[in-house]
């Protein structure tokens, strides 16, 4: 994200055909200038598409809204008290990240 691209770490190559390279890309809210809108509508299609696909609850199991684990991804989710996940979710959503 933008500590990255501020510290000036690049991936190498170009981020168009017409030779727009990733170095010439600033960081911050500048970049969203300098993107081509191709990259942009890719990007909102990329993250449409999660949405639409991956970022939902197959199963019907989910303990909590949010809970995307469909029975696969668990990270020893279920080894918490339940007074651990509680403080889990709630530092989660104090951290602005649900």
């Keep these: 994200g ?3 691209t501020t510290a000036a770490i690049r991936l190498p190559g170009n981020i ?5 390279s990733f170095a010439s890309i600033p960081s911050g809210l ?10 942009i509508a890719q990007m909102v299609a990329f993250v449409g598409w999660l949405e639409l696909t991956v970022m939902k609850d197959v199963t019907g199991d ?4 949010g809970d995307f684990r ?5 990270f020893g989710w279920n080894t ?3 007074e651990q996940k509680l403080s889990k ?4 959503l104090n951290n602005g990240r649900a």
Excluded: C, M, Q
Excluded at 70 to 74: E, H, K, T
């Design 2 to 4: 933008h500590i990255v």
């Design 16 to 20: 168009d055909f017409e030779g727009t």
């Design 30 to 39: 500048k970049a969203a200038e300098v993107i081509p809108l191709a990259g």
């Design 62 to 65: 989910g303990e909590f809204p």
């Design 70 to 74: 469909n029975g696969a991804l668990d």
């Design 80 to 82: 918490f008290s339940e």
């Design 89 to 92: 979710r709630a530092i989660e």
